[in-house]
């Protein structure tokens, strides 16, 4: 039986793992804080707070941890190495972060694919992502089984970077068209226009986009609780594309002005809730 360790058991690791279990993989799960192991001991899967365990325990070692921060502290100190085992690391990254990382995994002996993933919590749980992959054919190949469990059809995007580089284009997308519609939204209120009318010509337009409709609802509400995706990751990710679209000699003057209304959010407390938070800051009250 293939055996995959999942590393940071948050928001997405959770379903991943649940999902693999389900589709007959041996999945262990690994978290830095042992309370969020619960709900997949529960489920029966094996259980760790020991990274050492965790690589012992599988030939596949799936990432879902925050950031290339937390990827460095749990896989690349001296101690580890990774013979016979491939890393499939699917936390959203930089493109050179995932560069320098595959590099000290094959220096350590593994095989590296980065598969970052679109899609959230709800897409998890039904092996519906947006996978992208970035390495090697033969890798991807290796990896291929345990990715389509996760998306109906897993790409290769082409070499370690790439695929980084096309997960960070999305989610330059979401903080876009999420601070562009907070804005028209909010005018639309604090001009009285009636909101039905506005949503009925933006839907028959080729300006709309179905993440309009999906956030509406929490924006009108003011709701933003229980978030598949938080606001503290938006500004992570939109940093991580400021500092590729800087290299890349790109002006994205645009989206600083949108990255400091989301770190505006974080401040104001709203790191934890659905990112759509920001229409509070673009729309106060
Ligand atoms: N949520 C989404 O919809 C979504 C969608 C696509 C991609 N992603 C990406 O997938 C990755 C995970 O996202 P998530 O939403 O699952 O995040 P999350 O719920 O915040 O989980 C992050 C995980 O990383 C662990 N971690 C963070 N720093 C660590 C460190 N220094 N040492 C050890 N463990 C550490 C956390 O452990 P603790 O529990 O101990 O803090 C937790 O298990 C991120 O890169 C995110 O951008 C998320």
């Not at 596949?60 to 013979?83: H, N, P």
């Not at 290769?156 to 970077?161: E, F």
């Not at 993440?211 to 509406?216: H, N, W, Y």
Request: proline share 4%; glycine share 8%.
């Amino acid at each position: 039986m293939v055996s995959v360790s999942v590393f940071g058991v948050g928001l997405m690791g959770t379903p991943i793992a649940l999902t693999l279990t389900q589709s007959g993989f041996k999945v262990m799960g690994y978290n830095r804080t042992a309370a969020k192991l619960v709900e997949l001991d529960s489920n029966g899967l094996a259980v760790t707070t020991d990274v050492s365990q965790a690589i012992a325990a599988s030939d596949y070692l799936l990432l879902t941890l925050s950031d290339a921060k937390a990827i460095e502290s749990v896989l690349l100190t001296d101690a580890r190495e990774f013979t016979n085992k491939t890393i499939i690391q699917m936390g959203t990254i930089a493109p050179n972060e995932s560069r320098e990382i595959a590099k000290q995994i094959e220096q350590k002996g593994g095989s590296y694919l980065e598969a970052p993933v679109l899609g959230s919590i709800p897409q998890a749980k039904t092996g519906t992502l947006l996978v992208m992959a970035g390495g090697d054919a033969s890798t991807f190949e290796s990896c291929l089984p345990i990715l389509k469990k996760l998306g109906e059809e897993p790409r290769l995007i082409g070499d370690v970077g790439s695929a980084a580089a096309l997960k960070l284009a999305l989610n330059q997308l979401i903080a876009s068209l999420t601070a562009g519609f907070s804005l028209s939204l909010g005018l639309i209120k604090k001009e009285g226009v009636d909101l039905e009318q506005f949503m009925e010509i933006l839907r028959d337009s080729a300006l709309y986009a179905p993440t309009f409709d999906k956030k509406l609802q929490r924006m009108c509400d003011r709701q933003f609780a229980d978030p598949n995706f938080p606001t503290k990751h938006l500004l992570k990710d939109t940093d991580l594309f400021l500092q590729a679209s800087k290299a890349a000699g790109l002006n994205s003057e645009g989206l600083v002005g949108i990255r400091e209304i989301i770190a505006q959010a974080v401040e104001n407390n709203l790191a934890e809730l659905d990112y759509s938070a920001i229409y509070n800051v673009i729309t106060p009250e």
